[in-house]
């Protein structure tokens, strides 16, 4: 498969500050608090016109890798909203809590499976050393009502975790389509949690977004299937990222499975805070389909149609976060390098190029040429029908330069007096800032070869 390699080398470049990355992300239009001039709602965010544009390439990207490249895996776009039952079945109404605690003294509030074990077993603060508080629990499903008349209103929820859709839609999947088992069903969307400590920005949120796998196996074939998934989803993220030495593996040990699962892998991202899930590969084997085979009375069991063997398949599931995605990515990314000539260091979001939310920036060099303007805007109008494109003549060349170096814009194509010449632009390339020129007319291939993937 011909995918995004992002080149940038391994290296020991420090962690970089969430707080930098939060500023940038509200300074150049990623991500903005949400609610903001009300004073905001902690871990709910809103994404701005770069951070949409980034999301968007990121969803794309996935979509194509798991989907289009797949023949044996399908979409679907299931609604947040579901019968108030998918949630016993599923498990969530019973087992999907948190236990908190509360700090006596300083009154800060931690889940104990987040507390270092010699605290839990000390009853200690890890902050200030106070006394906890006895363990709470609380269920991180969000409620909701359906209906308008006090009294015939139905209680639900906000689906807690997206990949549930996938389950009720299986059985239509598999008869409006030419599919049979192995096959898979992938899905992006909106998850709801009432987390009790959202925090570190789009880490750890009450609304996100989430992609999911679910790929449907003879249970023989489980295991085949499992380490093929696994990998495959971790070459997909190594692919995308300059800091290859900062993703791992990581087994979940019998005390953290989810109710779901008999097996677990997080693929996990080293940042600031430290090794962090990114991804979990989950082996739910046969719960989701007998559970909700059961609690429907709808027979959810599968009939090979070779051998007339019945059985209920089991799951691989692959289920990662797109805000995760997108956090990861610029946290990744980030740069400040210093000059070399000892000026002013610049700030570099080392985004592969088809992810980035700005492809090309048309840049005249100077703005008083009439003729400069004309040509570079005419250029401009051509490739935004291509791509993201952006104009800008407002400042110096090399403060604009710097501007698209700040979002990642991985080329920029500067029109100069040459270009009245003889009908080539400069183009410089973000990372290595080396220049070439390249003919008006071979400009699109030259940018769409490098800036899609393929
Ligand atoms: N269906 C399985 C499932 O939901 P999960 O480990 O709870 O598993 C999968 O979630 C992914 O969703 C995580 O790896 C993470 O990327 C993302 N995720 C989970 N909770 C999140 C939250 N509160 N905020 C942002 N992303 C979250």
Redesign the pocket.
């Known amino acids: 498969m011909t995918q995004v390699e992002n080149k940038q080398a391994t290296s020991d470049t420090p962690f970089v500050a969430i707080d930098k990355i939060v500023s940038l992300c509200k300074r150049r239009g990623f991500v903005y608090p949400n609610s903001e001039i009300y004073g905001g709602v902690a ?1 709910i965010y809103d994404f701005g016109p770069l951070g949409v544009e980034l999301r968007n390439n990121i969803r794309r990207y996935w979509w194509w890798s798991m989907v289009q490249l797949h023949d044996n895996v399908v979409g679907i776009e299931g609604a947040i909203i579901t019968h108030p039952r998918v949630w016993e079945a599923s498990g969530h109404v019973e087992n999907f809590v948190d236990r908190l605690v509360d700090c006596k003294n300083c009154k800060r509030r931690f889940r104990i499976d987040h507390l270092p074990p010699e605290n839990v077993v000390q009853n200690k603060c890890p902050v200030c050393g106070g006394e906890l508080t006895e363990p709470r629990t609380f269920n991180l499903l969000m409620e909701t009502y359906l209906g308008v008349v006090e009294g015939e209103r139905m209680k639900t929820y906000l689906r ?4 549930q859709n996938i389950y009720l839609d299986y059985d239509n999947v598999l008869k409006s389509s030419r599919m049979q088992i192995p096959f898979g069903i992938c899905q992006i969307g909106k ?1 709801f ?1 009432n ?1 009790v400590t ?1 925090g570190n920005f ?5 609304e ?3 992609w ?1 796998l679910q790929f449907f196996v003879h249970p023989s074939e489980m295991q085949q299937w499992f380490d093929y998934w696994k990998e495959k989803r971790f070459e997909w993220y190594k692919g995308l990222i300059n800091h290859k030495d900062r993703l791992r593996f990581r087994a979940h040990g019998p005390d953290e499975l ?1 109710h ?1 699962a008999k097996q677990a892998f ?1 693929i996990e991202y080293q940042t600031i805070l430290g090794w962090q ?4 590969i ?1 082996w739910r084997q046969d719960w989701d389909l007998s559970r909700h085979s059961l609690y429907s009375g709808q027979d959810l069991s599968y009939t090979d149609p070779n051998t007339k063997e019945r059985y209920i398949p089991w799951i691989v ?1 692959t ?3 797109v ?3 997108f956090l990861n990515l610029l946290i990744d990314a980030y740069e400040e390098e210093p000059d070399p000539a000892g000026k002013e260091s610049r700030t570099v979001l080392h985004l592969h190029p088809t992810i980035a939310p700005v492809k090309v920036a048309v840049l005249p060099l100077q703005k008083n040429k009439e003729e400069l303007i004309t040509t570079a805007k005419g250029i401009h109008e051509k490739l935004k029908r291509l791509m993201v494109a952006q104009y800008d003549d407002v400042a110096n060349i090399g403060r604009r330069y710097r501007r698209q170096d700040e979002i990642g814009t991985p080329y920029c194509v500067t029109v100069d007096f040459q270009t009245l010449d003889d009908s080539t632009v400069t183009v410089r390339e973000r990372d290595g800032m080396t220049q070439v020129r390249v003919h008006i007319n071979e400009l699109p291939m030259y940018l769409l070869e490098r800036v899609t993937w393929h």
């Open positions: 871990g807690g975790e997206a990949c998850a949690r987390e959202p789009l880490f750890r949120q009450r996100f977004e989430q999911d989810a779901y997080d899930e990114w991804e979990g989950h599931e289920s990662g976060g805000d995760r995605t």
